[in-house]
């Protein structure tokens, strides 16, 4: 079982920048893919990056590729997703989410963090 919390939303202005933290409680955080998802007014939820285990591989949906970057320090059990360049459109309640492995499922969520982007 992986309990996930995530901190570092809030309002900031086009072109700006938010680093998103989540931190991960669990003895085997090292082997989950982790991921961030995002969720705007009226939309479903959908992927935003996520990185495996090792850091080997990663995945960017193009919206955000060149603006945002995942990693992880398996030392202190935390997923970060930092975020430059911010624009309107990436407003959304944010989510971090573990998979076991590569192929599964997400099946463990955080609460979610707002990240209010103004233009």
């Known amino acids: 079982q992986v309990q996930l919390v995530e901190s570092g939303g809030g309002l900031v202005q086009a072109g700006g920048s938010l680093r998103l933290s989540c931190a991960a409680s669990?003895?085997?955080?090292?082997?989950?893919?982790m991921g961030w998802f995002r969720q705007a007014p009226g939309k479903e939820r959908a992927i935003v990056a996520w990185i495996s285990g090792s850091s080997s591989s990663t995945y960017y949906i193009d919206s955000v590729k060149g603006r945002f970057t995942i990693f992880r320090d398996n030392a202190k059990n935390t997923v970060y997703l930092q975020m430059n360049n911010l624009k309107p459109g990436d407003t959304a309640v944010y989510y971090c989410?573990?998979?076991?492995?590569?192929?599964?499922?997400?099946?463990?969520w955080g609460q979610g963090t707002q990240v209010t982007v103004s233009s």
């Open positions: 989410a573990g998979a076991e492995r590569l192929g599964r499922s997400f099946d463990y």
């Open positions: 669990g003895r085997t955080f090292s082997s989950y893919v």
